[in-house]
């Protein structure tokens, strides 16, 4: 069996940094630190920081006074924030770069009287945490036949912005019914769009025209892992979502001479080996990796943590 692995694939920069922030504030200031809801969506990620002694919780009402709280990658509303400050809690905040930088085009494009949209999936801890940190209304659509049922006239002033963990690509058609539905509609510039997703929704429409089968690495409620196994399937690939390789099905790959294996954006390298290993169980596999991008994007981690080493 050949196996080729798309790249880009996995741990992207913000993802890196939140998981580096949980590990060095566990080192300056010992076990427990609480985590407000999952760092980032992979449970291997989740478990094995747990057992370096983080704590998971949904709410800041399930952390004790003065206790060192981190915020998601995901980012928080404001009314989170607030909350952790009137508790007293020593907050850390691990938000991805590239989600506050929409939270400050939301609050810039509100502040100048527009009415401001955000292109992205309901309930989405992303979603719910941008939505909190704009102070205006905030209207939500996910698809182009939400963007006809907006009861707003055509000459409202409009402001869009986006979820990260959408590409240029899932986002084009609903931008293009902005633009026709509304005649005073400004946005970011397509490059804002979060890098890491693009990339690796790039790197699967090369990689699905080379294999048989497409396995994508990361977990169920990851929206950038779900998108990545969408594509596969839109493109007529048998295409899977799996954890590890404990949850590869032989009959997937059995017929297959080619398999392609990707991976989201908060999958870590070892399950793509532990999948690996798991194939090779089946028989003998000959691994490449495509020719893509390379991502050097590194993230700057907060200032009480910056000296921190890692053991």
């Given amino acids: 069996m050949q196996v080729i692995l798309a790249q880009p694939r996995g741990f992207c920069a913000g993802v890196v940094r939140a998981i580096d922030i949980v590990d060095r504030a566990l080192v300056k200031h010992g076990a427990p630190v609480f985590v407000r809801h999952e760092i980032v969506h992979n449970r291997h990620v989740v478990e094995g920081l747990r057992d370096k002694g983080a704590r998971f919780v949904d709410e800041l009402d399930e952390v004790p006074a003065d206790a060192v709280t981190i915020f998601s990658a995901h980012g928080v509303a404001r009314s989170v924030e607030e909350e952790a400050r009137a508790r007293g809690l020593h907050a850390i905040d691990a938000t991805c770069p590239l989600v506050i930088k929409v ?79 509304f005649v005073d509609l400004v946005g970011p510039d397509t490059r804002d769009i979060c890098y890491a997703t693009q990339n690796r929704q790039s790197a699967v429409r090369q990689l699905v025209g080379q294999v048989d089968v497409l396995l994508v690495i990361g977990a169920l409620n990851s929206s950038n892992s779900n998108r990545l196994r969408e594509i596969g ?26 398999v392609g294996i990707t991976a989201g954006a908060s999958a870590p390298e070892a399950m793509v080996e532990d999948v690996l290993a798991a194939l090779r169980r089946l028989g003998p596999v000959e691994v490449t990796t495509m020719a893509g991008r390379e991502e050097n994007a590194e993230f700057r981690l907060p200032p009480e943590l910056a000296n921190v080493t890692v053991g």
Avoid: F
């Fill in 233 to 258: 399937t839109e493109s007529g690939l048998p295409s899977y979502l799996i954890a590890d390789g404990s949850e590869l099905n032989p009959d997937w790959v059995r017929d297959a001479a080619v």
């Fill in 103 to 181: 939270h400050n085009q939301g609050r810039q494009y509100a502040a100048t009287g527009r009415t401001v949209i955000l292109i992205g999936h309901a309930g989405h801890p992303e979603v719910v945490g941008t939505m909190g940190q704009i102070p205006a209304p905030v209207i939500l659509v996910q698809s182009e036949a939400d963007v006809a049922a907006l009861e707003l006239p055509e000459d409202t002033p409009v402001a869009y912005i986006t979820q990260t963990t959408l590409s240029v690509d899932d986002t084009r058609g609903i931008i293009a019914a902005l633009a026709r539905r």
